[in-house]
């Protein structure tokens, strides 16, 4: 099995990094640059939805966690020899992304709910793949 070097993996933990925390990111620029929609306030929310402050943060930390968490399965084998955990991850990525646009810019509450089911068969399959290639890995996908 091949052993990566210190620059090829800094390199890859780079750009998973910035794929998965770039993305959310961009997606929620995306989502917020139209700040005079006031339809996510209007919603009626239970009382123990967290405040607005509290969603950068822990989007942030969650991308991170999943970064690392496919930066883990990467390493035993690269790309090609761990291609099914790695492509399941890009998938439920995207889908997660996805939902952003479903729920807040369609205002789509059926498409959002369906999506989001799809998004967690995806998380949990993504979870049990990458735990059979690392289990600390298959750990660091699940929502605490």
């Known amino acids: 099995m091949h052993t990566p070097s210190a620059s090829e993996s800094c390199v890859v933990l780079l750009f998973i990094v910035g794929v998965t925390v770039g993305g959310g990111f961009a997606t ?16 009626k929310k239970p009382s123990w939805t967290p405040p607005d402050s509290v969603f950068g943060p822990a ?6 966690l999943m ?20 492509s399941f991850y890009t998938i439920q990525l995207v889908a997660n992304f996805s939902w952003v646009f479903i729920y807040l810019e369609a205002k789509d509450l059926l498409a959002a709910f369906i999506e ?26 699940v929502p605490i």
């Open 67 to 86: 970064s690392f968490a496919a930066f883990l399965v990467w390493r035993r084998g690269g790309f090609m020899k761990q291609a099914l955990p790695l």
């Open 28 to 43: 929620s620029a995306l989502t917020m640059a139209d700040t005079g929609d006031d339809w996510y306030d209007g919603l």
């Open 116 to 141: 989001l089911c799809c998004l967690w068969v995806l998380i949990i399959i993504t979870a049990v793949l990458f735990g059979r290639v690392r289990r600390s890995a298959g750990f660091l996908l």
């Open 59 to 64: 989007w942030a930390a969650l991308y991170l």
